[in-house]
């Protein structure tokens, strides 16, 4: 996939092509340093990286409180960031030359995002996220039980999920209760998108 075809699948500016343009390559040059993406993407990361974690906007309502867990190389919740402005985007990473990254693209492509080089349980609480995402940080019960203090004020969440997805939300459906939706995703025929909504802890759950 090239610029154009992303911009004519996604509908976006020109303004957010040449950002991601501006993205990909200090990608490709941090990438020489740090581990941000495996190797063997660095050919389709328009359609790897920047469609895989475009396509979740559409679940993405505006001007949202978004905290993206694992942030990593900034997949999806900067490209978030960069197409969508209307959201408050909050990167969380741990790992801090990938926060060091992520800052960096920040800064180079002018797009207010708020860097949290902490581990995701220090700073959730502080963010009160309206939506919850991630790609590749943990199964869905990990995700769950790092977010369960958030419960009370109701909190969505929007994950990119490779083939394990349905075991995922059976294993996450022994303590908690969710309103489940599960979508195919546009860039990998194993992969899929779920959305939960209402979830809550099963009073019976040990």
């Given at each position: 996939?090239?610029?154009?075809?992303?911009?004519?699948?996604?509908?976006?500016?020109?303004?957010?092509?040449?950002?991601?343009?501006?993205?990909?390559?200090?990608?490709?040059?941090?990438?020489n340093?740090?581990?941000?993406?495996?190797?063997?993407?660095?050919?389709?990361?328009?359609?790897?990286?920047?469609?895989?974690?475009?396509?979740?906007?559409?679940?993405?309502?505006?001007?949202?409180?978004?905290?993206?867990l694992?942030?990593?190389?900034?997949?999806?919740?900067?490209?978030?960031?960069?197409?969508?402005?209307?959201?408050?985007?909050?990167?969380?990473?741990?790992?801090?030359?990938?926060?060091?990254?992520?800052?960096?693209?920040?800064?180079?492509?002018?797009?207010?995002?708020?860097?949290?080089n902490?581990?995701?349980?220090?700073?959730?609480?502080?963010?009160?996220?309206?939506?919850?995402?991630?790609?590749?940080?943990?199964?869905?019960?990990e995700?769950?039980?790092?977010?369960?203090?958030?419960?009370?004020?109701?909190?969505?969440?929007?994950?990119?999920?490779?083939?394990?997805?349905?075991?995922?939300?059976?294993?996450?459906?022994?303590?908690?209760?969710?309103?489940?939706?599960?979508?195919?995703?546009?860039?990998?025929?194993?992969?899929?998108?779920?959305?939960?909504?209402?979830?809550?802890?099963?009073?019976?759950?040990?």
């Amino acid at each position: 996939m090239q610029p154009d075809d992303f911009a004519s699948r996604f509908d976006v500016s020109r303004e957010t092509i040449e950002k991601l343009k501006i993205y990909e390559a200090l990608l490709r040059k941090w990438q020489n340093a740090i581990n941000l993406v495996a190797p063997s993407t660095l050919g389709q990361i328009w359609e790897r990286h920047f469609a895989d974690s475009l396509q979740l906007a559409a679940f993405m309502p505006n001007h949202m409180r978004i905290a993206d867990l694992g942030a990593g190389a900034g997949f999806p919740g900067l490209v978030l960031a960069i197409a969508r402005p209307d959201l408050e985007i909050h990167l969380i990473e741990s790992d801090t030359r990938k926060a060091e990254f992520l800052k960096n693209v920040s800064r180079e492509t002018a797009t207010p995002v708020k860097v949290h080089n902490a581990r995701a349980e220090s700073v959730l609480p502080h963010i009160a996220p309206q939506i919850v995402t991630a790609r590749a940080f943990a199964a869905l019960k990990e995700i769950l039980n790092l977010c369960e203090p958030l419960f009370n004020s109701a909190p969505q969440f929007v994950l990119l999920k490779g083939g394990t997805a349905t075991d995922e939300v059976a294993q996450a459906t022994e303590k908690y209760e969710f309103l489940p939706a599960a979508h195919p995703s546009q860039t990998d025929p194993k992969a899929q998108i779920l959305h939960l909504k209402n979830v809550r802890a099963r009073t019976s759950a040990t």
